[in-house]
């Protein structure tokens, strides 16, 4: 009662002055509040900044490590390949003429069969006959790159020296020996390698017989056409191996070849009289690389090493 003695206007003052200090009061807490709100969003954009850069960090450090892994992967092929491309040569082994080479150390028909001596011998398509005799083989084409190298030389290329090549036809018969080509000469060839060593020739591609893998002899006369005149004088004496995937492709692809089909199954490298007693290396190297198909053709390269 004594507290509210002094009247209405004394009371309004005091209603009016805890009002005040009940504003400033509330004004203080809002502001508070605000600040602590603002520092707490201000924190959360700073640890999501933070996390953020730590991330663009991290990829652009795996961006670096792939980089480098890709840049060292790029660094080791080109190495590989340029061990790859500076080469490598063995000599080839020396292996029989067989029956069939019309070189001079044999007879066909009574009387020396040697084709070295006839001038229209050194060509480069061998397919067509050149003595008495315009026939042309038929078959699928090959076309055969021999290059010959010095193997106590570095694999340096040797100019100049004469190859001779031959091979049985689509029948598996060589001309000049077997019974009804007896008067064809074709498939036969002689060429003089380039700067490169390199010769081409322009052929089929070769049955199969019985009893032999397929494959194409050659002879090597290093003093070049002078000394090309009989298989005697040849520095070299050796056979290319056919490879099996191209073998089986002709032979079962192609009805001219249809009798190698049974002459081949069965027949492997490792049993076979010639190139069964050689090296994994030199079978390898005398095996030509070969690409194409049935209906382009095929193309072959093949190394040949001598000790020049």
């Known amino acids: 009662m004594d507290e509210h ?21 509330l004004a203080f807490l809002a502001s508070a509040g605000t600040s602590a709100l603002l520092a707490a969003c201000g924190g959360e954009d700073a640890t999501a900044s933070t996390s953020s850069s ?12 792939s980089t480098t892994d890709s840049s060292t992967d790029s660094s080791s092929s080109d190495d590989t390949a340029s061990s790859s491309g500076s080469g490598s040569c063995i000599a080839d082994p020396s292996e029989t003429n067989g029956p069939y080479p019309a070189d001079g150390t044999n007879s066909s028909g009574g009387s020396t069969s040697n084709v070295l001596t006839n001038s229209g011998v050194i060509r480069s398509d061998i397919r067509p006959s050149f003595i ?24 340096a290329a040797i100019e ?44 089929i591609y070769p049955a199969c017989y019985s009893g032999r893998w397929p494959h194409i002899h050659f002879e090597i006369f290093l003093d070049g056409l002078t000394s090309a005149s ?29 009798s190698s089909i049974s002459n081949y199954n069965g027949l492997s490298l490792s049993s076979d009289n010639v190139f069964g007693d050689n090296t994994s290396a030199q079978v390898a190297q005398m095996t030509p690389s070969v690409s194409g198909s049935l209906t382009a053709g095929y193309s072959a390269t093949a190394l040949i090493g001598i000790a020049g």
């Open 5 to 25: 003695g002094k009247g209405l206007g004394e009371d309004l003052e005091r209603i009016a002055g805890q009002m005040l200090a009940r504003r400033r009061a």
């Open 54 to 65: 730590g991330s663009t960090s991290g990829s652009s450090s795996s961006s670096s490590g």
């Open 132 to 155: 008495g005799s315009t026939t042309v083989a038929q078959g699928i084409e090959l076309t055969l790159e021999l290059q010959l190298v010095d193997v106590n030389n570095g694999c």
């Open 160 to 203: 100049g020296a004469a190859i001779y090549i031959w091979h049985c036809d689509v029948d598996g018969k060589y001309s000049l020996y077997s019974s009804g080509v007896t008067t064809e000469s074709y498939l036969r060839g002689v060429q003089v390698t380039d700067s490169e060593g390199k010769v081409t020739f322009t052929s």
């Open 230 to 258: 009989t298989g005697r004088t040849a520095d070299l004496i050796s056979q290319l191996a056919m490879p099996a995937a191209t073998n089986t492709e002709v032979y079962t692809g192609d009805s001219r070849y249809t």
